[in-house]
């Protein structure tokens, strides 16, 4: 079957750094997508890896081993906006996305 | 403005009624989804659209139904609402369907079945 698996929450201090990871089993695969979800709001997109490596975007960055069906986002410079629900999806080979649970993630001052 | 508009921003219904979730967005994309998310749960895709006059079945289609006359609206039909399609649904939209597009959300519709 397809499955993402993520953290249900994490916390982290403003202005440090925080790794959400994701696994992933899809038949087939074509990206990794990472959307971020405040409460009550709809999700709104982050970033989109398809090949190994890393991307960076400003204070976020986004990793992916396609090899170990793994991928992680980096936040950097916390701030207290980035309390949200951070969202993994994978595009399977029917370029439907399967999305995980979802990561809240705290910040504490 | 441009984006993805949902109506209801929420709805309580009594079990068995029939319910129409709206949606219409403005950007022109050819594809358009139907999710549902659930604590606990990732976003389930309900039905999804490729572009105007098709549309397809997701993971959990089953008593739910949409159509797709035009580009930009895609409503959501729920035939005899039950207590099991409580839940938070929110529309989206891509530039394409079947490829690797970014897809867009709407701000979601509240659906309490009773």
């Known amino acids: 079957g397809q499955n993402i698996d993520q953290p249900t929450e994490m916390t982290a201090t403003e202005g440090a750094i925080v790794q959400i990871n994701c696994t992933y089993q899809?038949?087939?695969?074509?990206?990794l997508f990472w959307y971020q979800q405040h409460a009550g709001e709809a999700p709104t997109f982050l970033s989109y890896?398809?090949l190994d490596g890393l991307e960076e975007k400003g204070r976020f960055s986004s990793f992916l081993s396609r090899s170990k069906g793994y991928s992680y986002l980096l936040l950097k410079e916390l701030q207290m906006k980035d309390s949200a629900s951070y969202l993994c999806?994978?595009?399977?080979?029917?370029?439907?996305?399967?999305w995980g649970a979802g990561t809240k993630l705290i910040i504490k001052p | 403005i441009a984006g993805i508009t949902q109506a209801p921003t929420s709805q309580i219904l009594a079990a068995g009624r029939r319910m129409t979730l709206r949606c219409t967005q403005d950007?022109?994309?050819?594809?358009m989804y139907w999710y549902r998310q659930d604590l606990g749960l990732g976003l389930r895709l309900i039905h999804y659209?490729?572009?105007?006059?098709?549309?397809g079945k997701g993971e959990v289609p089953d008593g739910y139904s949409v159509s797709r006359a035009n580009t930009d609206d895609f409503p959501l039909t729920l035939a005899s609402a039950v207590p099991s399609q409580t839940s938070v649904y929110f529309c989206?939209?891509?530039?394409?369907?079947?490829?690797?597009?970014?897809?867009?959300f709407g701000p979601g519709t509240r659906l309490t079945v009773l």
């Open positions: 989206a939209s891509s530039d394409s369907g079947g490829v690797a597009d970014t897809q867009y």
């Open positions: 950007m022109r994309h050819n594809a």
């Open positions: 659209s490729n572009t105007a006059g098709t549309t």
């Open positions: 899809t038949s087939g695969f074509n990206g």
């Open positions: 890896n398809v």
């Open positions: 999806a994978a595009l399977d080979s029917n370029y439907q996305l399967i």
